[in-house]
C-alpha cells in the first residue's frame, strides 16, 4: 500500500476526548499512515545517513490517564528504539505536521552534539534554512524560527544542550495542517526527503 497523505481528520484525532478514544481514533486514522511511511522513507534515510535506519511508530504505551497530544514516526539506527539516539521523526499535533531531526534527554549524544553546535553556531545557522525552527522540549508544539533566532541564542540552547541532563534539542519543519500538500503522498514524501538532506549535517554532527 502506497502512501497516500493526511487529511483532516487525521488532525481531528486530537480532540476526542479520553485516552482509551483517542488511542482508538489515533489507531484507526493515523497509526496505519505512520507505518506506511515509515516504510516508504526507511531505504531513503538509510542511504543517506550511511546506516541501517529503522522505524519506530509511537505506541504511547506508558499513558494511563491523559490521551496523547501528539503522535509520530521516528527512524534512528537501532532496531529496538531510538530515544537514546539522534533520530529523525515525522509527526502531528492537532495544529501542524513536523518534519525534524532530534536529540532527547535521554539520548548520550547530547553533550557530543551539544559541544560541536556551540562550537560552530554560525555555521549550522547558515546551513539551516530560514523557516526551519529550533525547540528544546519535544512535548510542546511551539518554537523559534532559525531566521528570528540569533547566534547568541542558538550558542545559548547548544551549552544547555551540553551541560543540563534533561535539556533536549529539535530542528525542523512545521507545517499547518491546512496544508494542501499534506494530502498529497508523493509530494509530502518528497518534501519529507528534502527536508532530512537539510538536517542530515545536525545529524552528523551529532556522533563525531
Not at 7 to 21: A, I, K, R, S, T
Request: glycine residues 6%.
Amino acid at each position: 500500500m502506497s502512501f497516500t497523505g493526511f487529511n483532516q481528520q487525521d488532525f481531528d484525532v486530537f480532540q476526542v476526548p479520553g485516552l482509551e478514544q483517542r488511542m482508538e481514533a489515533l489507531i484507526a486514522n493515523v497509526r496505519p499512515k505512520l507505518e506506511i511511511l515509515g516504510g516508504e522513507i526507511s531505504p531513503f534515510l538509510s542511504a543517506l545517513c550511511g546506516e541501517e535506519m529503522y522505524q519506530h511508530v509511537a505506541k504511547h504505551a506508558r499513558r494511563t490517564v491523559n490521551p496523547p497530544n501528539d503522535t509520530w514516526v521516528a527512524w534512528a539506527a537501532n532496531k529496538r528504539g531510538y530515544k537514546a539516539l539522534p533520530h529523525f521523526q515525522v509527526g502531528m499535533f492537532s495544529s501542524h505536521l513536523f518534519i525534524i531531526f532530534a536529540v532527547i534527554y535521554e539520548s548520550s549524544n547530547k553533550a557530543v552534539f551539544g559541544k560541536n553546535l556551540a562550537d560552530d553556531t554560525n555555521k549550522f545557522k547558515k546551513i539551516i534554512p530560514n523557516h526551519y525552527y529550533w525547540s528544546m522540549d519535544h512535548m510542546e508544539p511551539q518554537g523559534k524560527l532559525n531566521g528570528d533566532t540569533s547566534t547568541e541564542e542558538l550558542q545559548a540552547m547548544a551549552i544547555k544542550l551540553s551541560t543540563i541532563k534533561k535539556s533536549e534539542i529539535l530542528c525542523g519543519l512545521r507545517i499547518s495542517n491546512d496544508d494542501a500538500i499534506l494530502s498529497n503522498g508523493d509530494q509530502l514524501i518528497s518534501l519529507i526527503q528534502s527536508t532530512f538532506e537539510n538536517l542530515l549535517p545536525l545529524y552528523k554532527q551529532s556522533f563525531s
